[in-house]
């Protein structure tokens, strides 16, 4: 079936750098999401992301995240500077359009790990 | 086969009625987690479960590591229940997988 692609697996990077977490989308998906979950806690809600914009995000997308997919490639999220706390595993979701009966496609997540 | 196994993936029920969705694991997973999808496509946490069961209004959800399959069960279904539902599984691995989904339809 569709697949959504997270590359990398696993990311490990000193606190105060950038980071750029990559997804990629399956072809014809038109929504895009990020969600976090940190280990042993539920999985949150971070963003989604249609037609170039943020349609709508949560309290925990701070200011220092930043989201886009430039010319229909990856869609990203970049975290800078990265905290201790964004350590968590992020995941990427895409469905083909907006709404309660269309399925969303999940990545496998990409760790991160910020010291 | 699948690591996460998500039944039914369709079910519809009139106003009222009860029913139940389950998810099959084929290996050990140490919590699951339901969500609702809104019409806007975003996940609504419902449940997060380590063990046991929980409830809250309607819903109840039970997780059964031992066992391998976790339930959510809803009564009294209303017309806002409709809607995508996923359950998510995290092994001991750390690693989280997705049920396929169930695209519930309430009618009155």
């Known amino acids: 079936g569709p697949k959504v692609l997270q590359i990398p697996s696993h990311q490990i990077i000193d606190m105060g750098q950038m980071v750029t977490l990559n997804c990629d989308p399956v072809?014809?998906?038109?929504?895009f999401y990020w969600y976090k979950q940190i280990l042993g806690q539920q999985m949150e809600f971070l963003v989604n992301?249609?037609?170039?914009?943020?349609?709508?995000k949560s309290k925990l997308f701070k200011d220092q995240f930043s989201v886009e997919r430039p010319d229909g490639s990856y869609f990203t999220l970049k975290i800078q500077p990265t905290a201790l706390e964004d350590s968590a595993v992020y995941f990427c979701?895409?469905?083909?359009?907006?709404?309660?009966?269309?399925?969303?496609?999940f990545g496998a997540g990409t760790r991160l790990s910020v010291l | 086969g699948m690591p996460v196994e998500q039944n039914p993936p369709a079910l519809s029920l009139y106003e009222g009625a009860d029913s139940g969705l389950r998810c099959n694991f084929s290996?050990?997973?140490?919590?699951v987690q339901w969500f609702q999808q809104n019409h806007r496509g975003r996940l609504i946490t419902l449940f997060y479960?380590?063990?046991g069961t929980k409830e809250n209004g309607r819903l109840k959800s039970t997780f059964n590591s031992k066992e391998r399959y976790s339930t959510l069960h809803i009564k009294d279904a209303q017309l806002e229940d409709s809607g995508t539902y996923f359950c998510?599984?995290?092994?001991?691995?750390?690693?989280?997988?997705f049920g396929t989904g169930t695209r519930l339809q309430v009618s009155p």
């Open positions: 979701a895409s469905s083909p359009d907006r709404g309660g009966q269309n399925t969303l496609y």
């Open positions: 072809s014809n998906h038109l929504y």
């Open positions: 992301f249609y037609n170039g914009k943020v349609m709508e």
């Open positions: 290996t050990t997973m140490k919590s």
């Open positions: 479960l380590a063990q």
């Open positions: 998510a599984a995290e092994a001991n691995t750390d690693k989280v997988v």
